[in-house]
């Protein structure tokens, strides 16, 4: 069972760490990185203890903008008559 359920916008990003941290009980942070946000992970796990909370997001702003774009298939050209 997950000791909580924090919204993303409740968490912090740590640059050094690369990734968004909350404070756990235990005085380490829960982390959970963009890239498992991307998949679609949902738990920031603590590395010093058991803990583990449930991160409340929107799978869509993590992302990639070219994931989201469609890309259309190139024309085919069509040969040039000449006469």
Partial sequence: MSYDDVEIEDM??????????????CGDLFQITKDELKIGEEIARCPSCSLYITVIYNMEDFIDQKSKTKVEPAKQQQPVVVA
């Fill in 12 to 25: 912090e990003w740590n640059e050094e760490l690369k990734a968004y941290t909350y404070p756990c009980p």
